[in-house]
């Protein structure tokens, strides 16, 4: 039996994805679709719109066969190692292939630009390191390096989608895994686009809708199960703002408790995956205890420090408070 992969978070889950599954059984020409698919956290920093088991009964009766969970750790992490977690499962479980959407479905320049960074040759490695003094964040010290050494692949380099496709690439090579891969050409609106005059509507531009008194959209972009899922469901929509007084609370407790224990607050925050001292000594610096989420990110953003990776550092740190209480 041939297996083929889809990484995917669904959230929520629309008629592009559809297509997409459609798209990936027939050229893989797989028997079973084996869907990796984030929790109730997301890639973005953010809480899913609705619950995992929603999103996966409602896959399972779209087309996936099987469904299994990209752990917290991956799904709220760098898009390297959320696709490396993914990639590594698909792997574990046999899959033959894997198959993502991206803004183009050139195999071949997708590689070449995955091979790039991996090889990290001196020439290239000078151009980054370069950016990376300039001030930029990685992503986009990265981006203007592969710009520069790779000028023929500039339009492939920028695409949200291909970014993911790139990673993928990158660790199936890395780990010389034996597993086909199959960009398949996005179709509709683009991943921010929140435009509703598209064939397939972005998930974005839907949890817009969902925010806003667009709901009567939703059954146009929506499979029916999808939609029956949330029509059913008692807590969806859920927003990033929606755990602004968990954070602060979390946040409170854990500055009262360095204030008893006479240590410093930052250096107790680094403690904490991907924080490190710089970002520590941001989150100090702006905290008041009376922001969103949302608020607090963008007090905390800078030219290094993208938006998304603040947000999915206080979703993992407040799920890793979470877990400790707990224990």
């Known amino acids: 039996m041939k297996a083929c992969g889809i990484v995917a978070e669904y959230n929520p889950l629309h008629t592009g994805h559809v297509y997409q599954m459609n798209k990936a059984r027939q050229i893989s020409q797989a028997d079973c ?36 969970e990209l752990p917290v750790y991956y799904a709220l992490s760098s898009a390297e190692n959320f696709a490396k977690g993914a990639v590594l499962i698909l792997n574990e479980m ?92 996005r179709e509709g609106a683009g991943y921010n686009d929140d435009t509703d005059n598209a064939e397939y509507a972005s998930a ?59 240590t410093d607050f930052s250096e107790k925050l680094s403690e904490y995956e991907d924080i490190r001292p710089d970002l520590a000594n941001r989150f100090t610096a702006v905290f008041t205890g009376r922001d969103t989420i949302s608020e607090f990110a963008m007090k905390v953003k800078s030219k290094n420090i993208v938006y998304s990776r603040i947000c999915r550092c206080i979703y993992r740190k407040r799920h890793h408070l979470r877990i400790r209480h707990e224990s």
């Open 33 to 68: 679709i084996i869907v990796v698919m984030s929790g109730n956290f997301v890639q973005r920093g953010e809480p899913a719109v609705i619950d995992k088991y929603a999103r996966t009964r409602a896959a399972l009766k779209t087309g996936a066969d099987i469904v299994v």
């Open 204 to 262: 974005f531009g839907i949890r817009k809708m969902l925010m806003s008194d667009e709901a009567d959209k939703l059954k146009t972009y929506l499979t029916s199960d999808m939609l029956e899922e949330i029509n059913n469901s008692k807590n969806c929509p859920v927003f990033l703002d929606d755990f602004s007084s968990i954070f602060n609370h979390k946040m409170l407790f854990l500055k009262q408790q360095c204030n008893i224990n006479h």
């Open 94 to 185: 046999k899959a033959d292939s894997i198959c993502f959407g991206a803004e183009t479905d050139n195999a071949d320049s997708l590689t070449k630009i995955s091979r790039t960074i991996i090889s990290e040759s001196p020439e290239y490695k000078s151009i980054l390191n370069k950016a990376l003094a300039g001030g930029l964040s990685y992503p986009a010290a990265r981006q203007a390096a592969l710009w520069e050494y790779l000028p023929e692949c500039k339009d492939i380099i920028t695409g949200s989608n291909n970014i993911l496709a790139i990673e993928y690439i990158k660790a199936i090579l890395s780990n010389e895994l034996n597993m086909a891969y199959y960009p398949v050409l």
